[in-house]
């Protein structure tokens, strides 16, 4: 500060000498002699130099009470993200609970059912079996990627599916199944098959043992892929079945993101056909 004064004082006697009209040489004791100009030019260093300071500590000040007030402002809401993530935990784990209840209830209530109807019919009671197994398939198969089941364990719930089918509709249905053996020990993201065949066994036309339906799986070093294709029966209510397949190319773009291809649609011969393609 002593620095800015003197600077200051210096600078103002300089500018004096040059614009005074009396000739005196400029030094030292010069501007000491002329004390009046030199408490004048020493006050008004201190004012200006005590104004801008104190113009300095108030825009300090009000940074730093911006500052504080806005990491109290992020705290608070990390406040409030951590309650509701703990409130959105609690519920999930409420739901999960329920969850394993619910199976849990099912699964006895189909041992029942199983027991009180094979006694009359051995069909009836393989079909309760059946959806047994179908559904703790889908309850407990999970969904991520380290945790892909092998598709050995879909085709099995393919068979329960057909079989299944065949019962409700208490009628021969043809569908050629070609499932090479190489491709069951292959980890594929769950159920989209079973939704595939479950909308060809819904809306296909498999009485027909000349126009079989076709649900096809190949798998080399590159690319798995799957193509069904049946001719159609009944008119295909668009809203719900376009919704199936596209929670099958969500679910696909999640597990895979841009490395399959998924494609599906309506022949001129009367056929549904779908292609899927997944590069390894």
């Known amino acids: ?67 504080r007030e806005e990491a109290e402002r992020i705290k608070y809401l990390k406040r409030i993200r951590i309650r509701e993530m703990e409130n959105e935990l609690n519920t999930a784990q409420y739901e999960y609970l329920r969850a394993q209840i619910n199976p849990h209830l099912l699964f006895n209530t189909l041992s029942f059912l199983y027991d009180s109807v094979r006694k009359y019919n051995e069909d009836a009671g393989q079909a309760v079996l059946n959806l047994a197994d179908l559904m703790r398939f889908s309850l407990e198969t999970r969904e991520s990627p380290e945790e892909f089941p092998r598709l050995e364990e879909e085709i099995n719930q393919i068979h329960n599916l057909i079989e299944l089918n065949k019962v409700r509709k208490d009628k021969e249905q043809f569908i050629n199944l070609n499932l090479p053996e190489e491709i069951k020990q292959f980890r594929f993201i769950p159920l989209v098959i079973i939704t595939l065949l479950e909308n060809m066994l819904k809306h296909g036309n498999l009485r027909r043992s000349e126009q079989p339906g076709l649900l096809e ?23 719900g079945f376009n919704k199936g397949m596209e929670n099958i190319e969500k679910r696909l773009s999640l597990a895979y993101g841009d490395k399959f291809s998924f494609t599906y649609g309506k022949t001129d011969e009367n056929y549904f056909y779908v292609k899927l393609k997944l590069k390894l």
């Open 1 to 67: 500060m002593a620095i800015q004064i003197a600077i200051y004082i210096l600078l103002r006697a300089l500018l004096n000498y040059y614009l005074s009209d009396t000739i005196k040489s400029f030094n030292f004791p010069t501007i000491i002699e002329n004390y009046r100009s030199f408490f004048q030019s020493l006050w008004r260093g201190l004012f200006f130099i005590g104004l801008s300071c104190f113009y300095y500590l108030f825009i300090e000040y009000k940074s730093e009470r911006t500052r």
């Open 217 to 239: 799986m190949k798998l080399d070093h590159s690319e798995f892929s799957i193509h069904t294709a049946n001719l159609i029966s009944t008119k295909i209510h668009h809203s």
